[in-house]
């Protein structure tokens, strides 16, 4: 029981004021083509080179068997509200590198689940593949990556957040002139649309055709016309040999491609004749992290969104990569480091909040020491509600850290309430609202002995759409809860992610438009506090005082590379991202003033 004067109080919502499912929008048939059975139909699409038929067949059953009925647990296709892309580069010695990338892909496989992508090389040949599915079921050990030959290569998992999701659109993308690129892209490009007619249009760009919609590609084409710039520039101007200066001609692309490109992005490339290259957009948005080991034969080097990825191949963290810097990793292993432009390091808070693992180190930040962080604040705004609380249960997983932290604060029983199947993954897809709602029930279960008349605090990272949310309250009542009280260690999210996160739309988040308790009511609690904006920047500004400022554009709605472009917010609205790509659209039916925006 905590003291304190009486904060939100009688919040519970009337039935009819519960999160229900919207009319379906008319991009229904769509929607419906990445339903479970429809991707099953749709499996067959890896885009490969080299080799097509174990691959394929293996990224083909994995979708099939996931998507049968009563099949592995109901293990269908997975889709958490918010997610993104994670990267690898790994350059080895000697031996095959292809393992070692599958190893660390599994690692950062909470980043993106839609498709996986490898290539790897001995600078001689390149060996491709990738395919829609997960990262277990894309790469078959004994055929594909055997296939996988070399000891330096980059591998991606995806969640699209432009273009489409097909097998096409997959990563890693190459283009074959100049010097032979592939590479692989974390973040999203705000300025596509501008850079794609100049790629497309202009005559000064070499007419460079594209062949899918995604962001990702234009961002290479502009590093591959860049390049091409730089070795013309050169031949016009020097009488040497341009084959001895292929890596002046990427770090001099680097600095113009920098210039040109708005967005976010973290960006692993081999580039043929150069070697590995990696670099980060000037606001060091996305996460991008440098590792080494010793071999017997020199240094040895990783390059990923997350150092989770270095344990389970014994990489050690050296450090993040700069804002604006570029490195390479060249064939012969020397490390080449150069700041392209300056940089300022404002990294996405979210990352800490929920897309990253709590066990990595990013921007010299422990994630787990950021949720905790989150606790203590949290602890404080809950004090001052004057709740009964008898226990508090987080939402496991991510919420874990700050519900630890604000019983150690409030000094109230931690109980773990709400059991997790371990064998679904992260939020589906599915075609319509009941569907979303049963897969919370079947990911959670409420515990009674936990719950049975008891008052209860229940923690979680984020409440997004609030579908998580509502089950659970729903649960946790019919578990035997007298009362009902709710903390989010993050504040509400109102506004849409441009950087890389896949976020629903706006309409769609449950706060859009509302109170705190408008929303309490929509989510049928007895209360509800969010993290306050400040608390969140100041936890993360505690653990690093060099950041001088987050990008916590999907609270505040202002962006760290400035504004928007507000066609580029009302395209992304309108083409539904989020909405289309997943059904059952939850809405709050509320009346007046407090009603969300359209
Ligand atoms: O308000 P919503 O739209 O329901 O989204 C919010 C929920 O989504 C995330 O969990 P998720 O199920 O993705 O994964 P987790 O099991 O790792 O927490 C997040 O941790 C919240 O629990
Ligand atoms: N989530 C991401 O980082 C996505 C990368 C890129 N924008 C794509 O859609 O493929
Ligand atoms: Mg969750």
Request: net charge positive; aromatic share 6%.
């Amino acid at each position: 029981m905590i003291a304190g004067p009486r904060g939100l109080a009688g919040c519970r919502a009337p039935a009819q004021q519960r999160l229900v499912a919207a009319p379906r929008p008319s991009a229904a048939p769509a929607r419906a083509s990445r339903g479970i059975a429809a991707r099953a139909a749709a499996a067959p699409r890896a885009a490969c080179s080299g080799f097509v038929a174990s691959g394929w067949a293996s990224a083909v059953r994995g979708q099939v068997e996931r998507s049968r009925p009563g099949g592995r647990a109901g293990d269908a296709p997975k889709r958490a509200p918010v997610r993104m892309c994670g990267i690898i580069g790994i350059y080895k010695r000697d031996g095959q590198v292809s393992v070692e990338l599958y190893e660390g892909l599994l690692m950062l496989q909470h980043r993106g689940q839609d498709s996986a992508g490898m290539v790897t090389t001995d600078w001689e040949k390149f060996r491709e593949f990738k395919a829609n599915g997960l990262v277990k079921d894309v790469f078959d050990e004994q055929v594909t990556l055997n296939k996988l030959k070399g000891h330096v290569g980059i591998g991606h998992v995806r969640y699209p957040t432009a273009g489409g999701a097909s097998a096409g659109e997959a990563q890693p993308f190459f283009v074959n002139s100049p010097l032979g690129i592939y590479l692989i892209h974390n973040g999203n490009l705000t300025n596509t649309d501008h850079l794609r007619s100049m790629l497309e249009g202009s005559k000064s760009f070499f007419n460079r055709h594209l062949k899918t919609s995604s962001d990702s590609e234009v961002l290479l084409n502009i590093f591959a016309d860049e390049i091409h710039r730089a070795h013309q520039k050169f031949v016009q101007s020097n009488s040497g040999d341009p084959n001895d200066r292929k890596t002046e001609f990427v770090l001099e692309a680097g600095e113009r491609m920098m210039q040109a490109l708005e967005g976010a992005y973290s960006c692993i490339c081999l580039v043929k004749g150069v070697g590995l290259v990696a670099f980060r957009d000037p606001h060091g948005i996305r996460p991008l992290v440098l590792g080494r080991r010793t071999s017997p034969h020199g240094d040895e080097w990783v390059v990923a969104s997350e150092d989770c990825a270095f344990g389970p191949i014994a990489y050690e963290r050296v450090r993040d990569v700069k804002p604006g810097e570029m490195i390479i990793i060249t064939p012969e292993g020397r490390l080449l480091s150069q700041q392209c432009v300056p940089g300022a390091l404002n990294p996405c808070i979210f990352e800490y909040i929920y897309l990253a693992r709590p066990d990595s180190v990013l921007n010299d930040i422990s994630v787990y020491n950021f949720q905790l962080g989150l606790g203590t604040r949290l602890a404080k705004k809950i004090k001052r509600q004057g709740w009964d609380i008898d226990v508090v249960v987080p939402v496991p997983d991510g919420s874990r850290p700050a519900a630890i932290q604000v019983c150690a604060e409030l000094g109230l029983p931690y109980r773990e309430g709400l059991v997790k199947n371990r064998y679904v993954g992260r939020t589906f897809i599915m075609p319509d609202q009941r569907m979303r709602e049963m897969s919370v029930r079947r990911k959670l279960n409420a515990m009674p002995v936990v719950f049975e008349g008891r008052s209860v605090l229940l923690i979680d990272d984020s409440i997004v759409r609030g579908t998580t949310m509502a089950q659970i309250v729903d649960m946790v009542r019919r578990a035997g809860a007298r009362k009902v009280y709710l903390a989010s260690a993050s504040p509400p999210v109102k506004f849409p992610n441009v950087y890389g996160v896949d976020m629903p739309s706006k309409r769609e988040f449950v706060a859009n438009g509302l109170s705190d308790e408008e929303v309490c009511q929509a989510l049928g609690a007895d209360g509800l506090v969010y993290q306050d904006v400040d608390d969140l920047i100041a936890t993360g500004r505690a653990l690093n005082p060099s950041i001088t400022e987050f990008d916590a554009a999907c609270f505040t709605g202002q962006y760290v590379t400035g504004d928007v472009d507000e066609g580029y917010l009302a395209a992304l609205e309108l083409s539904g991202r989020g909405a289309n790509r997943r059904s059952g659209v939850a809405k709050v039916e509320l009346t007046g003033a407090g009603a969300p925006a359209a």
